[in-house]
């Protein structure tokens, strides 16, 4: 069984002293690609060596709304001169945050419509985060004309899910399904089609029920594959076969 985790911080400094360990009991799990997104300009060196350095890591960059404060003004440009180098596979992570409101909504669409233009320019998709904001995500993707993409971590409602579709997305579960709460995540679990999923952990973030208050790794990635064969008609090898093949067509991964 093949699977891809389709959004993991593999490189940041909770995996310093154990990442080869980790790595090695992913791929034993069946994670056999794992996406990593960029967060700041000041880290897309790291994950570039570490995706260079190791089979079936794959690149990503991006400014994430969160961190206005650890942008600089050349980053964007950065960001130009860094794709046509390095050839990631998407920009992100890139997105709006109105959960946290210390962070400038205005400073937050600048940057976020400034890095879907040069996604649109270089032919790539994005990898969104979004929390309290898909409307406005939404509204700036339709002008924006992106070449689709993944809404990270899906928290939305079943019409903001099927807006997303239309424009090209897969929508990314993760952790959060696995816990017995999480009702709007499972009624889309079951309504969505399966042809609109992607799997991810997230790491070292959103860790699966089973693993609550620890460090999530991309080994668990199949606890999100159960949780989603719990909810669904389809058989375990059927939904872990198409979700993979999802994020290969979006991704192009090889």
Not at 25 to 42: F, N
Not at 186 to 201: I, K, N, Y
Request: proline share 5%; net charge negative; glycine share 6%.
């Amino acid at each position: 069984m093949q699977l891809i985790d389709t959004h993991c911080h593999l490189d940041v400094t909770a995996f310093d002293n154990d990442r080869a360990t980790v790595l090695n009991r992913a791929r034993k799990a069946g994670v056999s690609h794992i996406v990593v997104p960029g967060i700041t300009a000041a880290a897309w060196e790291k994950l570039l060596t570490l995706c260079a350095n190791e089979t079936g890591l794959y690149p990503a960059l991006g400014l994430h709304p969160v961190f206005l404060d650890r942008h600089q003004p050349d980053d964007l440009q950065a960001l130009e001169t860094s794709i046509a180098r390095h050839n990631p596979i998407a920009i992100g992570e890139i997105g709006l945050d109105y959960y946290l409101p210390e962070v400038d909504r205005g400073q937050q669409k600048t940057l976020f419509e400034a890095q879907l233009h040069i996604a649109r320019d270089a032919g790539l998709p994005v990898l969104l985060h979004v929390r309290k904001a898909h409307d406005d995500t939404l509204a700036l993707l339709r002008k924006a004309h992106v070449h689709g993409g993944i809404c990270h971590a899906f928290n939305g409602s079943l019409q903001q899910a099927q807006q997303y579709i239309e424009l090209g997305f897969r929508l990314g579960f993760g952790g959060m399904l696995t816990y017995e709460r999480s009702h709007k995540l499972h009624r889309l679990a079951r309504e969505l089609p399966l042809e609109s999923m992607v799997l991810e952990t997230d790491a070292p973030d959103m860790p699966p029920a089973g693993h609550h208050g620890q460090r999530n790794s991309p080994e668990y990635l199949p606890e999100v594959l159960q949780a989603l064969t719990r909810l669904r008609e389809e058989d375990t090898d059927t939904i872990a076969a198409q979700t993979t093949a999802n994020a290969i067509e979006l991704l192009k991964l090889t």
